[in-house]
Antibody
């Protein structure tokens, strides 16, 4: 079955970096983009950005520009999201998500989420 | 950036009743609008995409309507498993912004 499996929880100090992985299975990885969405404790969903697994093109949320990098490794069908210069307000559950179709961005497949805690 | 707003913030409904949730976009998103349901500790679940198309496996009691800037999610007869937070999301323009959510709780 189609699934996305994310790496485990992380605890980081302010100023550090975190890299979360998202391994896809059950479909042709390069046929769909992968988006990243985060959710701070008790808060709503925040779209972070998108990467094409076909050619590596990206689109990032402006507020994260310069701190976030999304990449893919097609040999292992894995997407990565790296966030640098971490702050306490980056504490959140980070999700990767795949759309229902290569032609739009409504997400029917979600990873299980990765909790990232930023604390000194 | 397109700003999505949802109303009400909280909706108290009795089981079996109808629930109507609203979502508004700050500019037209055509029909590129999705609805998600999220329960505590779980990833969001896609309910509706293309403003009115139910995702695979979604019960017929969930329906979506609207286009442009005004959208509605209707749950025709609330079941116990429907009490959750509901988010709308536009994917017409980057960034693909979410609304703040509507919490549907038991009256």
């Amino acid at each position: 079955q189609v699934q996305l499996v994310q790496s485990g929880a992380e605890v980081k100090k302010p100023g550090a970096s975190v890299k979360v992985s998202c391994k896809a299975s059950g479909y042709t990885f390069t046929s769909y983009g992968i988006s990243w969405v985060r959710q701070a404790p008790g808060q709503g969903l925040e779209w972070m950005g998108w990467i094409s697994a076909y050619n590596g093109n990206t689109n990032y949320a402006q507020k994260l520009q310069g701190r976030v990098t999304m990449t893919t490794d097609t040999s292992t069908s894995t997407a990565y999201m790296e966030l640098r210069s971490l702050r306490s307000d980056d504490t959140a559950v980070y999700y990767c998500a795949r759309p229902t179709s290569p032609y739009h961005d409504a997400f029917d497949i979600w990873g299980q989420g990765t909790m990232v805690t930023v604390s000194s | 950036e397109i700003v999505m707003t949802q109303s009400p913030a909280t909706l108290s409904v009795s089981p079996g009743e109808r629930a109507t949730l609203s979502c508004r976009a700050s500019q037209s998103v055509s029909s590129n609008l999705a609805w998600y349901q999220q329960k505590p500790g779980q990833a969001p679940r896609l309910l509706i995409y293309g403003a009115s198309t139910r995702a695979t496996g979604i019960p017929a009691r969930f329906s979506g309507s609207g286009s442009g800037t005004e959208f509605t999610l209707t749950i025709s007869s609330l079941q116990s498993e429907d009490f959750a937070v509901y988010y709308c999301q536009q994917y017409n323009n980057w960034p693909h912004t979410f609304g703040p959510g509507t919490k549907v709780d038991i009256k």
